[in-house]
């Protein structure tokens, strides 16, 4: 009993589909946040022209109204095209790293809409809960990981910059275009570094809370128990069960029909398949049956294995409607199934 309420198991499907709809999923902020981040760096390395050409255009704007008396309606104006070229300038890059925040949730759990985790929870505001959030091993686990990311970052970066600095001599025999071209090299450098950095953390991290989530998510064998029990009440998939167990039972009797002694058809709609094993049976017994399509696949595979086919339109239909399949035939179809048996068995002579 105390094995079942231990939770060993590794989550079911439907638990885990249960989860996703409480908005309970695998998520990584470390990942989302290398994705920001490095949306964020592409877009600075390819975004420096085009920030060059409207603070140009900017500064060009501002320097023209040098000397010139300042009135009510030019100051309005100044501040709309300020905060028209704000909004140039920084609408690109508030739209790329809102979609980047966005792919890098997507990327991992896929598209989910819920409200659920918003909706408020009184028990959150639970002074005891909060110190048991705060001092739990999830958060200490948290605060290392922070810790060792910085550390890290701080260590590579310096490395970087201690490299850069044995190049600081040779600046002053370049131009100033020349050093920016250096200073811009660097700084690229230096920002791809620490994105090698974060993507590191951002791998072992969602393998971390994938883990971590699976963990949280265990069940007992009890649970198990129960959610079959709960599942198997299912009207649809009852239904679903029983026809996987008719197509189960018509494959193991399709796979009689070739070990029957014959086939009697009325001919086109049915089919019945009849062994008589003397030794076994104490009657004739109907190892398969049907109608229309299946009727024509049972004789299909009779003709294929040398079963022998009859014609006896009112015994296949008298059979097919009072013997199921797997159960011998009643007393008052002795003699007519007996009567073809023997010519079965008579044909048989003659051809060997």
């Not at 090299?185 to 230096?190: M, N, R």
């Amino acid at each position: 009993m105390a094995d079942d309420l231990e939770k060993t198991e590794e989550p079911t499907p439907k638990k885990l589909e249960d989860a996703r709809k409480e908005g309970n999923i695998a998520k990584s902020q470390e990942v989302s946040g290398f994705v920001v981040l490095l949306v964020g760096a592409v877009l600075l390395v390819f975004y420096l022209k085009y920030v060059t050409f409207y603070l140009e255009d900017f500064f060009r704007y501002y320097t023209s109204f040098i000397g010139v008396e300042l009135t009510k309606e030019i100051v309005f104006g100044i501040i709309l095209k300020s905060i028209e070229y704000i909004f140039l300038l920084l609408a690109p890059i508030v739209i790329a790293l809102m979609l980047a925040g966005i792919i890098g949730n997507v990327m991992q759990f896929g598209f989910l809409f819920t409200i659920k985790p918003i909706i408020p929870k009184f028990d959150k505001l639970n002074p005891i809960n909060g110190l048991k959030r705060l001092f739990s091993i999830k958060t200490i686990v948290e605060g290392v990981k922070t810790t060792l990311k910085t550390f890290i970052a701080f260590l590579v970066g310096g490395i970087i910059f201690v490299h850069f600095l044995s190049e600081i001599p040779r600046l002053e025999l370049m131009s100033f275009f020349e050093q920016l071209r250096w200073f811009e090299e660097k700084a690229i450098i230096l920002i791809f570094s620490m994105l090698g950095v974060f993507f590191v953390f951002a791998v072992i991290d969602f393998i971390w809370q994938k883990y971590n989530y699976k963990k949280s998510l265990r069940m007992s064998k009890q649970e198990i128990k129960d959610e079959f029990k709960q599942t198997e009440g299912n009207p649809e998939v009852k239904a679903k069960i029983r026809q996987l167990q008719r197509e189960m039972a018509k494959k193991r009797m399709m796979a009689e029909v070739p070990k029957a002694d014959v086939v009697i058809t009325n001919p086109t709609h049915y089919a019945v398949a009849i062994r008589y094993d003397k030794t076994k049976d104490e009657a004739p017994r109907v190892i398969a049956k049907g109608v229309d399509k299946l009727a024509l696949k049972i004789k299909e595979i009779a003709r294929e294995a040398g079963v022998m086919i009859v014609e006896n339109p009112s015994l296949a239909r008298e059979l097919y409607r009072s013997v199921d399949v797997d159960e011998v035939i009643p007393p008052k179809l002795y003699k007519a199934v007996a009567e073809v048996l023997a010519f079965v068995y008579r044909a048989k002579n003659k051809t060997l």
